[in-house]
């Protein structure tokens, strides 16, 4: 019997298209993230208030329909991941955490 993790992904082993987000930790920035991430803190990081998906995109490229219903799941994945704070639904903010350590801006 194979365990799952001993099973060859399909396709020969290539994942197209994903891009790893990390769990953040102590000394860590919005350098280690891949790029649309990166701007995404960047932009939360420098706004004077909590933003939303929609007032996002326009600061890290067009600001088209599609493109920000495909940027709502990145701030999510970035506040489970301890980037950011979801503040309420939908309005992200720093992360409280990395604003102490002094890792945020």
Known sequence: ???L????????????GV??????????TSADL?????????????????VQA??????IGPAQ???????RSKPKRLV???WLDEERPGLFTSSARRTVSGSAG
């Open 1 to 3: 019997m194979r365990l």
């Open 5 to 16: 993790s001993e099973v060859e992904p399909v396709g020969g082993g290539r994942v197209v």
């Open 19 to 28: 891009q790893t987000v990390t769990v953040w930790r102590e000394g860590m």
């Open 34 to 50: 891949p790029p649309v991430y990166r701007d995404i803190v960047d932009v939360v990081d420098d706004a004077p208030g909590p």
């Open 54 to 59: 929609k007032q996002i995109v326009p600061r």
């Open 65 to 71: 329909t599609s493109k920000i219903e495909g940027t």
């Open 80 to 82: 489970e991941r301890d």
